[in-house]
């Protein structure tokens, strides 16, 4: 059974740089492609972007271009989401999920280019809570 | 960006009820859109993917319908652990994008 395992909540002032992370069990990790989802208080759920653990390949979201940054380390399962400078309004639940299809989507892979070849995300983490206040 | 809108935004049912959650689309997604529930406190969890399938483990009570810029989500007799927040999202083209949600409570 996949799972995605996050770290946990965070406490942080405005300014300050964080980095929470999401580590996978149960399969091969470097196939999977990992998305991260914002939900912030009391409002519904926004794609962030997608990374390839196989070859770190990112795609952003254009709300969130610039904003974050994905990584990877393909060794230890575990995938990461970074801030450098926070703000207030960075205040949310944050998911690392599994977008989850019938291809093979690692390293090479010719479906992953387009999110038509997925059917979308099976396996959520438990959510990182993050909480920006001075 | 495919923006989402789903309608409506909030419904008050009671069990056994018939539902229904409209999703629409600025632009024609074919059939790639997935269906969402969300309780309070937790992970999504999918239930319905390529706009009609149903995922495994999932109640048949819970169908999907719809292609291009219009779908549906149907559930055929509402249960008490069917309420929660319904989301919509397309996987047609990058960025993926999310319906706004519709809350679901009890009458």
């Known amino acids: 059974e996949v799972q995605l395992v996050q770290s946990g909540a965070e406490v942080k002032k405005p300014g300050e740089s964080l980095k929470i992370s999401c580590k996978g069990s149960g399969d091969n990790f470097g196939s999977y492609s990992i998305v991260w989802v914002r939900q912030m208080p009391g409002k519904g759920l926004e794609w962030m972007g997608i990374i390839h653990p196989d070859d770190s390949d990112t795609t952003y979201s254009p709300s969130f271009q610039g904003q974050v940054t994905f990584s990877v380390d393909k060794s230890i399962s575990t995938a990461f989401l970074q801030w450098n400078s926070l703000k207030a309004s960075d205040t949310a639940i944050y998911y690392c999920?599994?977008?989850?299809?019938?291809?093979?989507?690692?390293?090479?892979?010719?479906?992953?280019?387009?999110?038509?070849?997925?059917?979308?995300?099976?396996?959520w983490g438990q959510g990182t809570t993050v909480t920006v206040s001075s | 960006e495919i923006q989402l809108t789903q309608s409506p935004s909030f419904l008050s049912a009671s069990v056994g009820e018939r539902v229904t959650i409209t999703c629409r689309a600025s632009?024609?997604?074919?059939?790639?859109l997935t269906w969402y529930q969300q309780k309070p406190g937790k992970a999504p969890k999918i239930l319905i993917y390529g706009a009609s399938t149903l995922q495994s483990g999932v109640p048949s009570r819970f169908s999907g319908s719809g292609s291009g810029t219009e779908f549906t989500l149907t559930i055929s007799s509402l249960q008490p652990e069917d309420f929660a927040t319904y989301y919509c999202?397309?996987?047609?083209?990058?960025?993926?994008?999310f319906g706004g949600g519709t809350q679901v409570e009890i009458k």
């Open positions: 999202q397309q996987l047609n083209t990058y960025p993926l994008t």
């Open positions: 632009q024609g997604i074919l059939s790639y």
């Open positions: 999920a599994r977008l989850w299809g019938p291809y093979y989507y690692g390293s090479g892979s010719y479906h992953r280019n387009f999110p038509y070849y997925y059917y979308g995300v099976d396996v």
